[in-house]
């Protein structure tokens, strides 16, 4: 286990050091000047050359990176150009909303798509198993922002039963935390379906039926654990593509969380505010991983003899 850890930690640095050098070259590549947008267009070329310097972007690429890089070493993340305040606490400020609605939409997808695998697997290639079949391709075939612009059609618009817009109570989170959920939930849905049908078929489930146990005691009391495995690593990995697609419905929704702010930076050419958010992501997705893998570990003594290998 310990090896294990190890070696997804090692692994976990360069990730960080890629993800930051990427989005440091991307942004900076992007069309657009922080100087002449904090400025405006009524700027002179001096006051924009003023700025410039004292922002440190008149420096070459290469000495902005080190730099860069040397900031990090030391935890400094630099200040935001809009702000001027530091570009870490700018994003923090935001994460919980972000926590709040992942953890929401995580919660859905994980219930709803463990029920309908389970429903699905009790009779492979039966009518209940090809209509959950037919919903899962549906849920993850439909583009994000026009699930989100419908449900605010329906519920906000035309039911009026839920806000459109904004935060503050459980009645905001729902529907972005829907629209977020539903691609997830098809993946679980379609995942826990294979795996309970695959352990259905294992020797030890056909004992426990030889026992008198029926299908549904067999599948809820010994498939289901095992089938667990494969689910907890999926719902790690997704939680981090949740906080990427994230960015898409907080628009959407005008949810104030870290992925509006990734906008609004990127528009302000905010570099210090953008990487800062990417490295937070990439951080806490690295973790959700790590967990996924160590409570997938416990669940399976398979993978911590093959961890101690």
């Known amino acids: 286990m310990l090896r294990m850890i190890a070696s997804r930690l090692a692994v976990g640095v360069f990730v960080l050091w890629g993800a930051t050098t990427l989005m440091f070259v991307l942004i900076r590549i992007a069309p657009g000047d922080p100087a002449t947008i904090l400025l405006g267009s009524d700027a002179t ?91 899962a391709i549906l849920f993850q075939g439909m583009p994000t922002f026009w699930v989100g612009i419908m449900l605010i059609l329906v519920f906000a618009l035309t039911l009026r039963v839920l806000p459109s817009a904004g935060s503050g109570s459980f009645a905001h989170v729902v529907l972005p935390a829907v629209t977020l959920a539903l691609p997830f939930t098809a993946i679980v849905a379609r995942l826990s379906r294979a795996t309970l049908t695959e352990a259905m078929r294992e020797p ?36 981090g593509t949740l906080l990427g ?33 990417v490295l937070l992501i990439a951080v806490i997705v690295l973790a959700l991983n790590l967990v996924a893998d160590i409570v997938n570990a416990a669940l399976d003594p398979r993978i911590r003899v093959g961890g101690r290998a």
């Not at 463990?114 to 198993?129: E, I, N, Q, T, W």
């Not at 898409?248 to 953008?274: C, H, K, M």
């Open 45 to 135: 070329p001096e006051e924009i050359a003023a700025l410039r310097e004292r922002l440190g972007l008149d420096e070459n690429p290469l000495v902005q990176y080190l730099a860069y890089f040397a900031q990090l070493v030391r935890l400094d993340f630099g200040e935001s150009f809009r702000s001027n305040q530091p570009a870490m606490e700018v994003v923090l400020d935001r994460l919980p909303a972000t926590i709040q609605l992942t953890l929401a939409a995580t919660l859905i997808a994980v219930i709803i798509g463990l029920a309908l695998g389970l429903l699905a697997s009790r009779r492979p290639d039966g009518v209940v198993d090809r209509i959950v079949s037919t919903i």
């Open 204 to 239: 030890y489930i056909q004992t426990a039926l030889s026992k008198g146990l029926s299908r549904g005691e067999a599948l809820r009391g010994h498939a289901l654990r095992n089938a667990l495995g494969p689910v907890i690593t999926i719902v790690g990995l997704q939680m």
């Open 245 to 277: 697609g994230a960015v898409v419905v907080e628009n959407v929704f005008a949810w104030p969380g870290l992925g509006t702010l990734i906008v609004q930076s990127v528009s302000y050419r905010d570099y210090s505010v953008v990487q800062a958010a």
